[in-house]
């Protein structure tokens, strides 16, 4: 079987074009794409998460500063750079915990400083230009790389529990941990995959059971709270997740309620694993204590989808991410293969060490 591909972003004409994206908020009932003119609008489309998902927001963001850039001619130096930092510091205020973000955005600022006083702004904006479609081709090239790594996990049969959506919507355009379903299938084997809803905005009803309904693979929606009871009756063999964020030690955040479900998964013997491209990973974070996790509006839990569902006044905690500790994931997909314990540094491991042991 050929999973069909996506086009979450692209890039439509040149130094002058523009971003056009799919609105992941209005699926799974409407497909709609967006154009994104400027800055504001590609912040606005992150804040808003009509594009999410780590990886897909660092693409965003790298073309974000293409269209911040589109300067009128004839303009200086000096204030072509001094706008490169404001519109790489406007992004980056947009989200705070998925690094590919940050990664993306320093990769646009070294590449536009790194021909400061060599180019014209013109030569540099199509530099930069070129820099933004290299971070997007790399991510459609990590993603197939972890499905071909991760498929080799999953055994004809299984059934594979998600959270979130960690697939094609969240990447270039064959996501990360839903890659490696992507390739088991290709593969010939049968997996079926069970989709948490992922309280409170839903990505995993909305978007996972989407694209998987789309791409003709088998897939059951879970309320968040099922995971354990599906799990108790012995239909998932193995959870696999995404990431927005992976320390040094291994400790890795992810959308909010993926922490409990490795929980449960240690529970039941079966096994977790993250699968995530190395723009994930941050080596300068020793562990997962020091991930800034972003708080999201309240309105989010009371109000979901427009409906009220709370009462006025109650107190709400939203955090949009949750860590979840190393020794509780069985091994990081990666592009570069099969990760596997101890992802725990060795005594006396230095600080930003990497520490990771690369098995495969
Ligand atoms: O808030 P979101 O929808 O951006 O959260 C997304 C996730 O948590 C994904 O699992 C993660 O970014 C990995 S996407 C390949």
Redesign the pocket.
């Known amino acids: 079987m050929h999973v069909k591909s996506l086009e979450t972003l692209r890039w439509i004409g040149d130094t002058q074009g523009w971003l056009r994206m799919i609105d992941q908020t209005r699926l799974p009932t409407e497909f709609v794409e967006i154009d994104c003119r400027d800055v504001e609008d590609v912040w606005e489309a992150i804040k808003s ?1 009509r594009v ?4 897909a927001i660092g693409i965003a963001a790298a073309y974000g500063v293409v269209l911040g850039l589109q300067a009128p001619a004839g303009e200086s130096q000096e204030r072509f750079f001094q706008r490169l930092d404001e519109v790489v510091a406007r992004l980056a205020s947009s989200r705070p915990t ?1 690094v590919n973000l940050f990664w993306a955005l320093d990769r646009m600022k070294k590449a536009g400083l790194g021909l400061r006083g060599r180019a014209s702004p013109g030569e540099i904006l199509a530099a930069l230009l070129a820099e933004a479609r290299s971070i997007h081709e790399e991510d459609r090239r990590m993603c197939r790389a972890i499905g071909r790594h991760g498929a080799t996990l999953l055994a004809d049969g299984q059934g594979v529990l998600t959270h ?3 697939g094609g919507l ?2 270039a355009d064959y ?2 941990a839903l890659a490696v379903v992507f390739a088991a299938v290709e593969a010939g084997k049968r997996i079926h995959v069970y989709a948490d809803e992922t309280r409170p905005l839903l ?1 995993g009803a909305r978007l996972t059971a989407w694209e998987l309904v789309q791409r003709g693979i088998d897939v059951t929606l879970l309320c968040d709270s099922m995971a354990g009871q599906v799990m108790r009756e012995g239909r998932v063999q193995a959870v696999l ?4 964020r992976i320390a040094a030690n291994g400790d890795t955040a ?2 909010i309620g993926t922490y409990s479900l490795a929980v449960l998964a240690h529970a039941h013997g079966i096994p977790f694993y993250v699968a995530a491209p190395s723009s994930t990973f941050d080596l300068s974070l020793p562990n997962g204590d020091a991930i800034p996790i972003e708080q999201r509006d309240p309105r989010e839990v009371t109000h979901g989808f427009g409906r009220q569902t709370a009462p006025d006044g109650v107190k709400v905690y939203n955090p ?2 949750d860590v979840t500790p190393a020794r509780l994931i069985h091994a990081i997909i990666c592009e570069h293969g099969i990760l596997k314990p101890p992802l725990v540094p060795p005594s006396g491991g230095r600080r930003g060490e990497p520490s990771i042991e690369r098995t495969v």
Do not use: E, H, M, Y
């Open positions: 998460l999410r998902g780590a990886p998925a979130c959506n960690a969240a990447t996501g990360t990505q997740v995404g990431a927005d992810n959308k949009a991410f």
